[in-house]
DNA sequence: CGAACGGTTGATTAGCCTCAACAACCGTGG
DNA sequence: CCACGGTTGTTGAGGCTAATCAACCGTTCG
């Protein structure tokens, strides 16, 4: 695990495969989990300095990543608007995704909080959309989700054990999530299915601008 | 209030003084307050399209805005380094207390909320520390605090009362609060006292680069 | 003056946590 | 090959926290 230290990094990284998470731990001892990163996702340990406790990062899965010196970002920024059109979408993503699940989490119950995660889990891990029968993966353990909205793994459990009796969705070992019912899994996120839709669509567009990126950090690694 | 558009947004909008606060609205009807807006920080409307549901502004006090077309925004951000490091620290500052607070209502039962938000936005509030004996003002209804840290108003009253009653701190009418023991808010809002003392020090700090940044953006403004 | 709002308090209920036991599945090593 | 510990998930029982419903008070405001 790596401890975002206080001073300044000298780098930032562009995830290129694999799921990392970036969490907390309170003086209590319980962790939240803050957001994932998932391929195309850029970690910029730099900005979090001034922050007032820090944050870790784990990996889920083997990853590899892209590691471009920060001034060699910066600079490349500021040559292309394009580029900090970039940063600042994939920064204010990020905003947008921790303050949808703060509203799941600081006024839903525990349904709502495990559909929503996985409606947004699985629209990013398959950058396609979210239909019906529609089969996908989630390198992530009952812990790990529980951490992530704020529940215990024991209510994990029971309230995914309660979706799957209900036909909203199957799920084999670690995760296998194969979704029988969207609209109902919608309804129990409380996602609008307007936004639903509009969420996909811009998510389909959004690979093409993380193939693009990608291209460019392997273009910027340090060596 | 103001609705955020999903169009892009020509403006961007500078606090000069007053409370806002951002929020969201869930399909059954909560309320959750993302963060509050205080002076010196930078709202941006156009960074939020792209984003899943909408975001709602409200005032929370009579406010004064320094309203800068995007464009004048964005060349200035490209042209003085310094700049781009305000920008893009305001967004990680905002990132991280979103964050910090994710992981309170994630994991910490009500006095620990509650205990957190005073903290919180008594350091904002006053841009230069959080002692005993300290008295501020918050133009915050107990409803609006519940909203904020996920709590019923109901049970914001109950966890205040108690708060008063162990002798923490007091409070008047309308949020006007008295800290009669630091440590112990700090302790039950899970603060690490080296990460309080570090916010004090950088809040501090910041209020140079605040009264500077008002400045740039009062030139800026839009006629 | 009545109406609306913010806050307090009581009683009851529901939802989630905790503890605990157990099953299934790994990888390891005898 | 099987025994073993470790991890993950499932299920049950009980308890506690916070939500809900409701009544009430004080203040403000039309």
Redesign the interface.
Known sequence: MLQIA?GKSTVVYFLLSGWLCLS?T???G???I?DFLLPGNLFDPG??D????S?DVSALTDARMAVIRRDVW?QYL?NH?SA?DLG??L??????R???????????NAETRIAYAICELGLRANRHGLVTGQKFHLPLTQQVLGDF??LSSVHVSRTIGRLVRRGVLSYGDHMDIVIHDVETLAELA???PH??Q??IT?LAGRSRIAAAATDGARRLTAR
């Open positions: 206080n907390k309170s003086l209590a319980d962790r939240q803050i900005s979090g001034e922050i007032m406790a944050t910066l500021a608007r900090q600042s979408r920064a204010a993503a990020g905003y947008a921790i303050a949808e699940r703060l509203l799941r989490i600081g006024k839903g909205v704020g409380e996602i609008d936004d639903l509009a969420e811009t």
